[in-house]
């Protein structure tokens, strides 16, 4: 029987809720798929960096180094500043294993009614660009404390860092309508949104077939809102893509279901999956978390692992849950976390004893 070994970060405040969730969902779909996993719990979160002044240890990249994956819920605690929590565990883990692709889809599922009405059709992968561009650690502040305050933040794009984003989100592309937008925004940031432009112009350049649109911003933004339907894959910097996915998936019914794979496809070290949200401060422990998009993170995982099939019994008895009409509070319904998740259990039960074609 095969067997992998996923390092289990749930992190802070919702991410305590859903990661649990997920973790018995995968392993439910594992066992019916004949393979194993070892779980490696992580306790490494805010509560970690109050006690002990550090999100995880000082070994913590050699830890994960060498497991098959890296299943993260979310970390961000109301008494412990944003960039602690992020540079402190999920950047580090993203630049250490050169994480370089965030893959993010979204899509309307079954039974889901779209936020915004839009043209009626909800179907996006925005590949962004995870490890340069605009969160870069190059910049300062000066005149500190004095009427001369300043700061400034160098963002820092690579030749190689563009590009290798736009190969994969072509071939992703090339897969799917063969169309793909870059976002940009040249016409104000001239040095790096004009260099952008050229490095993703010259690598499609060599991939024939694609056809590339870029589209500022700022104007892509209102299109997801309005014209759903005429955006497939969007390749997208890191602070673009970061923003983008949270519009398209609130558009598709809550920010709760959207997933986020962060991949280095030369499978040298480990991918980490998480939700597209945060811990959500404002339900922690009311168990109204909506458990879907770390689910589907999930089944991202098994897939990128080589568990195809169930990968797609997880999302099969997620949909198949959504049909039921069970629907948590974010997409207007009654159903608790734990309610939710019990009927993706039956469901993937279901799945199963019916045999359902893989
Ligand atoms: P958030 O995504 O946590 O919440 C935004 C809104 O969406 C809230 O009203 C929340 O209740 C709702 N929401 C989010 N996930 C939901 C779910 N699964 N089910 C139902 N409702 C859900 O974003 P926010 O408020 O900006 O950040 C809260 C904390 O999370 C901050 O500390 C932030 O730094 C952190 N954060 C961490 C991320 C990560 O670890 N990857 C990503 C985004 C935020
Ligand atoms: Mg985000």
């Known amino acids: 029987m095969k067997r992998y070994t996923i390092d289990c970060i749930a992190g802070d405040g919702i991410g305590q809720e859903v990661v649990p969730t997920a973790v018995a969902c995968i392993d439910a779909v594992a066992e019916q798929n004949d393979f194993r ?71 309307l599922l079954p039974g889901i009614e779209p936020r915004v009405v839009g043209d009626g059709r909800i179907d996006t992968v925005i590949v962004r660009e995870n490890v340069e561009g605009e969160y870069s650690e190059v910049g300062g502040r000066a005149y500190q404390g004095t009427r001369h305050a300043m700061a400034f933040q160098q963002a820092l794009f690579t030749r190689r860092g563009v590009k290798r984003v736009t190969e994969y989100a072509a071939e992703l592309a090339a897969e799917r309508s063969g169309k793909i937008i870059s976002a940009t925004k040249s016409n104000g940031l001239i040095h790096s949104m004009t260099f952008w432009d050229e490095v993703v112009e010259e690598t499609l350049s060599r991939h ?35 923003i983008l996915s949270d519009l398209v998936a609130a558009t598709a019914g809550s920010i709760g279901i959207a997933p986020s794979a962060n991949i280095n496809p030369d499978r040298s070290q480990p991918s980490m999956f998480e939700p597209v949200h945060g811990t959500a401060p404002d339900i922690v422990g ?31 008895a997620v949909e198949n849950t959504l049909l039921r009409g069970m629907r948590t509070a974010d997409l207007g319904g009654t159903a608790s976390t734990s309610e939710f998740v019990a009927a993706v259990l039956e469901e993937i039960d279901a799945v199963a004893s019916a045999g359902v074609e893989r």
Do not use: C
Request: aromatic share 6%; charged share 20%; proline share 5%.
């Open 37 to 107: 996993i070892t779980w490696r719990d992580r306790n490494w979160s805010s509560d970690r960096y109050l006690s002990k002044g550090a999100m995880m240890p000082v070994d913590g990249i050699d830890q994960l180094d060498g497991g098959d994956g890296i299943l993260l819920g979310a970390v961000g605690h109301p008494e412990v500043p944003d960039h602690i929590t992020l540079w402190g565990l999920l950047i580090p883990i993203r630049r250490a294993f050169d994480l370089y692709l965030n893959i993010r889809p979204v899509r």
């Open 208 to 242: 024939t077939g694609v056809e590339l649109q870029s589209v500022l911003i700022d104007a892509l933004a209102a299109r997801l809102v309005l014209a759903p339907s005429s955006v497939d894959v969007i390749v997208a910097s890191n602070l673009f893509g970061d």
């Open 286 to 316: 009311k168990n109204l978390a909506n458990p879907i998009g770390q689910l589907w993170a999930g089944s991202m995982m098994l897939e990128h692992i080589g568990q195809a099939g169930a990968a797609t019994d997880l999302m099969k």
